[in-house]
C-alpha cells in the first residue's frame, strides 16, 4: 500500500490554505487531554508533537505550564495558525522541519501521536517507529491514537490494524498499552486505538 499523491509540504500546506482539514478537531481530543490531566512528568519535561498541525495539544500543554513542548510541522501555514492563536508560546519550539529530519538529540521525554502516522505513506511506518525511538530517551513515551479500521477512500488518511503496527513498535518499544480507545471523538468511536509505549 502506498499513496500517489506527493504527500509533500506543498501538499500539506495547501490543504491548510485552501481550508481542506477534514482532520482537524479544533480543539484537543478527549484522550489526549485525559492523559495529559494525569500526567506525572516534570514541567520542565521535552515533549514532541509531530505533525501537529494546528497543535491544540501542544496549546493544552503549554497553557498547563509544560515549558519545553515542540511542534514539528513541514506546513508554515499550520504553525503559523498555533502561533497566531497562543502568541506566547515559544516561536523556537515551532520546528518547521521534517519529522524524519529532526535531530535525536537532546532527546524528548514524550511524543505525542495524533493523526500524523495515518498521514504518511504507509511505505514510512517502520521509519517512523524507528525515528519515535530515536527521538525519545530510554523510558521516554510514545503515547496517542492510531486509527484501528480501513477507509475507503485512498488516503490519506491510510488505516491499519493493531497486529499490523505492533510489528513496526516492538522492536523498540514495551507496549504498556494497545487497545481500543474508550473516549474516542464521536466520528472516530470504536476505530482508534489508544497507545502508550515505552521505549526500551
Ligand atoms: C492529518 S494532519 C494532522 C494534524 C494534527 N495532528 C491534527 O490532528 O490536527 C497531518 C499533519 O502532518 C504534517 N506532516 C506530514 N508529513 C510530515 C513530515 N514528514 N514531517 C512533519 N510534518 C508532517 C502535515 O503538514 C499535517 O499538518
Known amino acids: 500500500m502506498h499513496s500517489d499523491l506527493q504527500l509533500d509540504a506543498a501538499y500539506w500546506n495547501g490543504r491548510y490554505t485552501a481550508g481542506q482539514t477534514g ?3 479544533g480543539a484537543i481530543t478527549p484522550p489526549l487531554r485525559d492523559y495529559f490531566q494525569q500526567l506525572s512528568l516534570p ?3 521535552r515533549i514532541l508533537i509531530p505533525g501537529a498541525g494546528r497543535g491544540y495539544e501542544a496549546e493544552y500543554l503549554h497553557t498547563a505550564g509544560f515549558e519545553n513542548v515542540f511542534v514539528a510541522d513541514i506546513a508554515p501555514e499550520a504553525l503559523r495558525d498555533l502561533h497566531q492563536r497562543v502568541p506566547g508560546f ?42 519515535c525511538a530515536a527521538l525519545l530517551r530510554p523510558g521516554g513515551t510514545l503515547m496517542g491514537l492510531l486509527f484501528d479500521t480501513e477507509f475507503a477512500q485512498a488516503g490519506p488518511p491510510f488505516g491499519g ?26 466520528p472516530r468511536q470504536g476505530k482508534e486505538l489508544f497507545i502508550c509505549l515505552k521505549r526500551k
Open 23 to 25: 482532520w482537524d478537531t
Open 90 to 131: 515559544p516561536s523556537g519550539h515551532l520546528l518547521e522541519q521534517d519529522f524524519f529530519a529532526l535531530p535525536t538529540a537532546p532527546t524528548y521525554d514524550l511524543i505525542v501521536e495524533q493523526t500524523f502516522f495515518c498521514a504518511l505513506d504507509p511505505s514510512l511506518r517502520p521509519s517512523y517507529a524507528r525515528q
Open 43 to 45: 514541567r520542565t519535561a
Open 161 to 186: 490494524s493493531k497486529a499490523e503496527y505492533e510489528v513496526y513498535f516492538a522492536p523498540y518499544f514495551d507496549l504498556v498499552h494497545f487497545a481500543p480507545a474508550y473516549n474516542s471523538i464521536k
